[in-house]
C-alpha cells in the first residue's frame, strides 16, 4: 500500500482541530473507523492505512480494539506527532515539503519529518538574517 502524505496531513490536523479533554483531564478517543466519514477527499483505505502508519511511527497513541479490521481508538496525537504536525501545518512549508521529498524520492513519514524539519531551520535562519 502506498502512503499518502497529503492524507497523513489531513489525519493529523483532524485530530488536533477534534480530540477534546474531558473535566477530568482524559482525551476523549476518536475512533479510526469513523475518519474515513470525516476525511472524504481520501479513499477509506487511505485514511486507515494513514492511521496505521501514524501509529506505528509514533506520531499517534492508539488503543486497537478489533484486529480484523484494524479498528482502533485514538487516544492522543503524541509529542512526535505534535512536533511533526507543527512544522507542517503551514501550507506553504507543507507543499515545500512535498516538493522536496518528490525532488529527493521519498515521501516516508521519516523523511517527511526531516525535510519539514529542515524547511522550518532554514526560514527560521532567513528571519533571523532578516532582523540584523
Known amino acids: 500500500m502506498k502512503l499518502n502524505p497529503d492524507c497523513v496531513r489531513s489525519v493529523l490536523l483532524y485530530l488536533e482541530e477534534n480530540q477534546l479533554m474531558d473535566d477530568k483531564g ?3 478517543p476518536i475512533y479510526s473507523s469513523k475518519l474515513p466519514d470525516k476525511l472524504t477527499k481520501y479513499k477509506n483505505s487511505d ?7 501514524l501509529d506505528e511511527y509514533g506520531y499517534i497513541e492508539t488503543r486497537q480494539f478489533d484486529t480484523v479490521n484494524y479498528s482502533s481508538a485514538i487516544l492522543d ?6 512536533e511533526f504536525l507543527k512544522n507542517i501545518h503551514n501550507d506553504t512549508t ?5 516538493e522536496i521529498a518528490k525532488q529527493v524520492g521519498s ?3 521519516n523523511a517527511l519529518a526531516n525535510i519539514a524539519s ?3 531551520a532554514s526560514l527560521i535562519t532567513a528571519a ?3 532582523q540584523l
Not at 47 to 53: A, G, H, T
Not at 77 to 82: F, K, L, R, V
Not at 94 to 98: F, R
Open 26 to 28: 482524559l482525551i476523549n
Open 47 to 53: 485514511v486507515l492505512y494513514s492511521i496505521k502508519q
Open 77 to 82: 496525537i503524541t509529542p512526535y506527532g505534535h
Open 94 to 98: 507543507w507543499n515545500k515539503t512535498k
Open 107 to 109: 515521501t516516508s513519514l
Open 118 to 120: 529542515s524547511v522550518v
Open 128 to 130: 533571523i538574517q532578516s
